[in-house]
């Protein structure tokens, strides 16, 4: 049930494009994307429902296919700030809202 | 408006201890979802509740933890007995809701509480 994220790290210049990925083998009901540094707490950023997409900031977007259960997240011209682990949780088809989440994907982004 | 609140944020146990974690959710928020993150790792879900009720403890494990969400106070995740094992961060996530939906809702996560078995 637990889905699986690539690449598990990824280091950027500033100003450098990255893709994440998320692939379930379960049929999901959506996906939500989260950032967490070091310590802290995980951070929304969007949630992709099955039908449709959301866009929660501003160079940050995500897709969400459902005939592959397969999200992606993009994040384009990376800030200092984009640095932390992003992980996505999924929620089945089955209803049961709670949510599974991957192993996270580690951004590094260097001046 | 405050967000999700979670106390202690650090908690220190020897073996056997008790261990009670506590989570407010935000205003107008009655679902509560209990997370355990070891280091290095992802967050594995334990158990989810609504106001005296418990939904879903599929993540958690049979003996020694228990969660309650009364219908005054706090979520209260409990370990007994704790172990080594037992150190990690515990995070809780709530979310607005009325009723049992399959309506997908964001969950905000409380600042997380570190447990430390010593």
């Known amino acids: 049930q637990q889905p699986v994220q690539s690449p598990q790290a990824v280091i950027l210049r500033e100003g450098e494009d990255a893709v994440i990925n998320c692939s379930s083998s379960k049929a999901l009901y959506s996906v939500h994307w989260y950032r967490q540094k070091h310590g802290e707490a995980p951070v929304f950023l969007m949630i992709l429902l099955k039908g449709g997409e959301q866009k929660g900031h501003e160079k940050i977007s995500a897709s969400f296919n459902e005939k592959k259960q397969q999200s992606s997240l993009y994040l384009t011209a990376s800030q200092l700030s984009y640095s932390g682990t992003y992980f996505c949780?999924?929620?089945?088809?089955?209803?049961?809202?709670?949510?599974?989440f991957g192993t996270g994907t580690r951004l590094t982004v260097i001046p | 408006n405050a967000g999700v609140m979670q106390n202690p944020r650090h908690l220190v146990r020897r073996r056997g201890q008790e261990a009670r974690l506590r989570c407010s959710p935000m205003?107008?928020?009655?679902?509560v979802y209990w997370y355990r993150q070891l280091p290095e790792e992802g967050l594995k879900f334990m158990v989810y509740l609504q106001k005296e009720n418990i939904i879903d403890e599929s993540g958690m494990p049979k003996e020694r933890f228990s969660a309650e969400f009364p219908k005054e106070g706090p979520s209260i995740l409990r370990i007994q007995q704790v172990v080594r094992g037992d150190s990690a961060a515990y995070f809780c996530?709530?979310?607005?809701?009325?009723?049992?939906?399959?309506?997908?809702?964001?969950?905000?996560f409380g600042p997380g509480t570190r447990l430390t078995v010593l």
């Open positions: 205003k107008g928020h009655s679902h």
């Open positions: 949780g999924t929620e089945l088809m089955t209803g049961a809202n709670n949510l599974f």
């Open positions: 996530a709530t979310r607005p809701g009325q009723g049992v939906t399959v309506a997908p809702d964001t969950q905000y």
